[in-house]
Nanobody, 124 residues
Framework: QVQLVESGGGLVQAGGSLRLSCAAS????????MGWFRQAPGKERQFVAA????????YYADSVKGRFTISRDNAKNTVYLQMNSLKPEDTAVYYC?????????????????WGQGTQVTVSS
């Protein structure tokens, strides 16, 4: 069994910053790529960012590129999402996910374990 627990969400003003954390347990964290997704009300869950198993490669949605940074600390079994220059359209529930299937980093179906989500609200 794998458990992923997100934290760090909250309410922030436009232009502000938040750092999300995802703590993993139940598997050898360092063996798996990780991703962040988000889902706003009335919208499909969308890809935000992903990172390779050793942190050597990162992937970002066009909408967040240059503002968000994904990183991981395998010794701490934790993946992070640093979010800067936040916009109201970033408001969503953010989910951490573990990639355990072959395939694209960008698709939800490639990930088989998900956290409970953490709410990020950006006010204007």
């Amino acid at each position: 069994q794998v458990q992923l627990v997100e934290s760090g969400g909250g309410l922030v003003q436009a232009g502000g910053s938040l750092r999300l954390s995802c703590a993993a347990s139940g598997r050898t964290f360092s063996r798996y790529p990780m991703g962040w997704f988000r889902q706003a009300p009335g919208k499909e869950r969308q890809f935000v960012a992903a990172i390779s198993l050793n942190g050597g490669s990162t992937y970002y949605a066009d909408s967040v590129k240059g503002r968000f940074t994904i990183s991981r600390d395998n010794a701490k079994n934790t993946v992070y999402l640093q979010m800067n220059s936040l916009k109201p359209e970033d408001t969503a529930v953010y989910y951490c996910a573990l990639k355990d299937y072959s395939g694209s980093y960008y698709y939800t179906a490639t990930y088989n374990y998900w956290g409970q989500g953490t709410q990020v609200t950006v006010s204007s």
